[in-house]
């Protein structure tokens, strides 16, 4: 009698320990998807934010273009001359810089703003005419920003020459969404 109570009890404690195991593996599996479903959350207030950053980035890149075009017509001379005569519009007509001692910033697509604010300085300081200031920079790209700007000219019509805010435009245009591939 007593072997079939400890046999009784035996079978009593293995079922209560299946149950048990059975609410704990449910409670587990409804911690795991209450954490992906966290997990989705903030990966899309990640986007959203980084959208909104990028957007902001651009008006203030938009922004600082539009001042620096406006800063250059406002300080450049409307015609210069030389010793060999009237030169013609702005400081010259070639793309060399007023200031070979400055070095121009290189751009390999890191650090985009930073770079921006650099150029919008040289720019500045050089007196750089709009019309040169996107060859000026295809000079000084690097890598993988190389590679897009070969890749930009080739969708474009090739005659045609950029002005730096569409340059830019489209700088941040492709960095922005190679960012949003990542997350």
């Known amino acids: 009698m007593a072997n079939t109570s400890k046999k009784q009890d035996l079978k009593d404690l293995e079922s209560l320990m299946r149950e048990i195991d059975e609410k ?12 992906l479903k966290s997990m989705e959350e903030v990966k899309q207030e990640v986007r959203e934010q980084t ?64 770079w921006l ?19 000026m920079v295809s000079i000084h790209l690097e890598g993988k920003a190389l590679h897009w700007y070969k890749a930009f000219l080739n969708m474009k019509d090739r005659g045609k020459v950029y002005v730096w805010k569409e340059f830019v435009e489209a700088l941040t245009h492709v960095l922005v969404s190679m960012l949003l591939m990542v997350l």
């Open 24 to 35: 704990h593996s449910k409670s587990i599996q409804e911690v795991r998807e209450q954490n």
């Open 117 to 135: 604010f650099k150029v919008e300085q040289f720019f500045e300081i050089d007196h750089t005419l709009e019309p040169n200031k996107v060859k």
């Open 51 to 114: 959208l909104k950053s990028m957007e902001e980035i651009k008006l203030l890149i938009s922004g600082i273009a539009l001042q620096n075009t406006e800063v250059q017509s406002h300080t450049q001379s409307p015609v210069m001359a030389n010793s060999s005569g009237i030169l013609g519009a702005g400081w010259n007509s070639s793309v060399s810089s007023h200031y070979s001692k400055i070095e121009f910033p290189r751009f390999d697509g890191i650090g985009l703003v930073e």
